[in-house]
């Protein structure tokens, strides 16, 4: 059964980078509501602790990039964890919670008990959403640095920037005894369904199955990017020839060159990724 008010001690756990300052707004605002409900609380913005020993919820407020730095820099926590949309995307906010308010979302965490989520391990770091490869990771680096627009504006813009420009690489992908071969688009193995802000690129995952989403598109021309984009983008593109879709519980992907991709929509690049899923890793209110 959930504590009640007077047996929790939440940290508050706000990434002021995250939503070009929203984040922070949020995060007074959560510290004024818990304060109205009298909820023991403590708000920490630049330096987080290294212990969370006497607390027991932690409620992060950022988006994919906060909860990343989070699961990698406090792997093993057990304790409850909310999020708060307090970045650009939110992608697996929206997975959990939807559409709602910060006051709905508190009323909701603070009476839901906590269930388990999985999360994905990629070349020895943790993602909770997704790793994507190819054209996300050259648009994910094209967006290093530079700052974003609310919501998946920054993401669209860089989207129509590079779509007639990207030459799709050859990979080899291995899952068990599937093995996909040849030139491909997107390469996307997801815990959540969306990416880059509101792109359903895997609209049946679910984050609790023990089992990660593998959503492969082949090559394609300029034109056929531009069409297919808002098909991809509503999630109505499972069933089209050069999409191959798959649950996998761990992937290889390789390529003739190196791999450009994204981890919750941070940039990296490696010359091979080695990905699993941890079952039940994390603990949520939603």
């Known amino acids: 059964m959930p504590e009640t ?9 706000c990434n002021e980078l995250a939503g070009a300052g929203r984040s922070v707004q949020l995060a007074a605002t959560i510290d004024l509501l818990l304060t109205g409900k009298g909820i023991p609380h403590m708000q920490f913005t630049r330096n987080w602790p290294s212990d969370f020993s006497s607390f027991t919820d932690l409620f992060l407020v950022g988006g994919d990039g906060t909860l990343n730095y989070f699961i990698n820099h406090y ?31 508190l009323e909701k965490v603070l009476e839901t008990a906590a ?6 391990e990629c070349n020895g770091r943790y993602f909770i959403n997704g790793v994507g490869a190819g054209f996300e990771g050259e648009v994910a680096k ?14 669209l813009l860089t989207i129509l920037q590079k779509i007639f420009s990207y030459r799709s690489q050859e990979y080899r992908i291995r899952s068990g005894n599937q093995v996909i071969t040849g030139k491909k688009l997107l390469v996307d193995i997801c815990n959540g369904r969306r990416a880059g802000g509101g792109f359903q690129v895997a609209p049946v995952a679910r984050a609790d199955d023990g089992c990660l989403d593998l959503v492969v598109a082949g090559a ?24 191959q879709h798959y649950a996998v519980k761990t992937a290889t992907i ?7 991709y994204h981890l919750d929509g941070e940039y990296g690049e490696a010359d091979k990724l080695d990905i699993r899923v941890h079952k039940a890793a994390l603990l949520f209110r939603y």
Do not use: M
């Open 5 to 13: 008010a007077a047996e929790k001690n939440i940290a508050v756990l």
């Open 75 to 105: 792997p093993g926590t057990r304790l409850p964890l909310v999020i708060f949309k307090g970045g650009t995307g939110n992608d697996f906010h929206w997975l959990l919670y939807g559409d709602i308010t910060p006051e709905s979302q």
């Open 115 to 120: 269930r388990p989520i999985d999360t994905g």
């Open 142 to 155: 094209a967006l290093t640095a530079r700052k974003k627009l609310p919501g998946n504006s920054s993401y």
């Open 220 to 243: 394609l021309g300029s034109l056929k990017r531009l069409f297919y984009l808002p098909v991809i983008e509503k999630g109505k593109h499972l069933s089209l020839s050069f999409i």
């Open 254 to 260: 390789e390529s003739d060159k190196r791999i450009q």
